[in-house]
C-alpha cells in the first residue's frame, strides 16, 4: 500500500542557509501535518493543512512557512536556519470523514542537521 | 488543557517477560481519540492504535493488549511475551475531535529495552 513520501530523507544545511522538506501524502488523503522532533523529543505539532487550507498552527517559527498545493503535496520551508532546528521532521496525511478524520499515517521522516 | 502524559522514562525487561506502558491523558473534550505508536530505532512512527472516547472496549491484537479507563484517564499498552524486535520508544498521544484539525499531543515516550 502506498505510504506518505518524505523527501529528502537526510539534508545537511549551514547556519543561516534555506532548506526545503517536501510530503507526498497517501492518496486520496485531504489533510497534512507536520511534526518536527528534536534529539529524545517527543513530536511536536507545527502546521497542518486540509484541502490545500492551513488549518491549524502551532509551535512554528515565524522563519518556517508551509503550503499544500493542488496535488495535495506539502513544502515547509525553513529559512535563517539555526543549530536548534536540527531535528527529525514527521509528515503525516489523513482523511477528513465527516466528523472525523482517520488515524494519521506518518511518512518516515525528514532528518536535518543544521550545522 | 490537553496533555498526555507517559511517566515511565524507559523500561528494561527481559525477553518472554510481560510489560505494560502507561498512558494518562487530560482532555476537556467529550470526544477525542487517543492513539499508539512505535518508533524503532530507524526513526519512523509507526501506527499501533486508534481509541475513540466512546469506545472503551478493551483490544487485543496479537501480543500487544490495550486497556482504555476513562474513569482514570489511562490508555495503557501490554505487551506479552515480549521480544527483542519490540525495543522501541513507544508514543501515546491524544487528538481532540473539538481542535477541528485532530492534530495530535504526543507523550514524552517510553523507551523499551527488551533484553536477549
Redesign the interface.
Known amino acids: 500500500a502506498a505510504g506518505v513520501i518524505q523527501s529528502p530523507r537526510h539534508l545537511i544545511k549551514e547556519k543561516r542557509e534555506t532548506a526545503t522538506l517536501k510530503c507526498y501524502p497517501i492518496p486520496r488523503h485531504d489533510?497534512v501535518?507536520w511534526?518536527q522532533q528534536g534529539p529524545g523529543?517527543?513530536?511536536?505539532?507545527l502546521i497542518?493543512f486540509?484541502e490545500k487550507m492551513q488549518?491549524?498552527k502551532?509551535s512554528i517559527p515565524d522563519r518556517f512557512s508551509a503550503q499544500q498545493f493542488s496535488d495535495y503535496h506539502s513544502e515547509l520551508n525553513m529559512s535563517s536556519l539555526e543549530l536548534g532546528d536540527s531535528a527529525?521532521y514527521?509528515c503525516?496525511s489523513?482523511q477528513r470523514t465527516g466528523?472525523?478524520?482517520t488515524?494519521?499515517?506518518?511518512?518516515?521522516?525528514t532528518?536535518l542537521t543544521v550545522v | 488543557a490537553q496533555k498526555v502524559t507517559q511517566a515511565q522514562t524507559e523500561i528494561s525487561v527481559v525477553e518472554k517477560e510481560d510489560v505494560t506502558l502507561d498512558c494518562v491523558y487530560e482532555t476537556r473534550d467529550t470526544t477525542y481519540?487517543l492513539?499508539w505508536?512505535k518508533q524503532p530505532p530507524?526513526?519512523?512512527?509507526v501506527?499501533l492504535i486508534?481509541r475513540?472516547s466512546f469506545d472503551e472496549q478493551n483490544e487485543i491484537s496479537g501480543r500487544y493488549s490495550w486497556n482504555f479507563q476513562k474513569s482514570t484517564s489511562s490508555f495503557n499498552f501490554t505487551i506479552t511475551a515480549s521480544q527483542v524486535v519490540d525495543s522501541a520508544v513507544y508514543?501515546c498521544a491524544l487528538?481532540e475531535?473539538t481542535?477541528?484539525?485532530?492534530?495530535?499531543?504526543?507523550?514524552?515516550?517510553t523507551r523499551l529495552k527488551v533484553l536477549a
Open positions: 489533510t501535518y511534526y523529543q517527543d513530536p511536536q505539532f497542518s486540509y488549518s491549524d502551532g527529525l514527521f503525516a489523513s466528523a472525523a478524520d488515524e494519521a499515517f506518518f511518512g518516515q521522516g532528518r | 481519540y492513539f505508536y530507524s526513526g519512523e512512527l501506527f486508534r475513540n508514543f487528538s475531535a481542535s477541528g484539525t485532530y492534530k495530535y499531543i504526543f507523550g514524552t515516550g
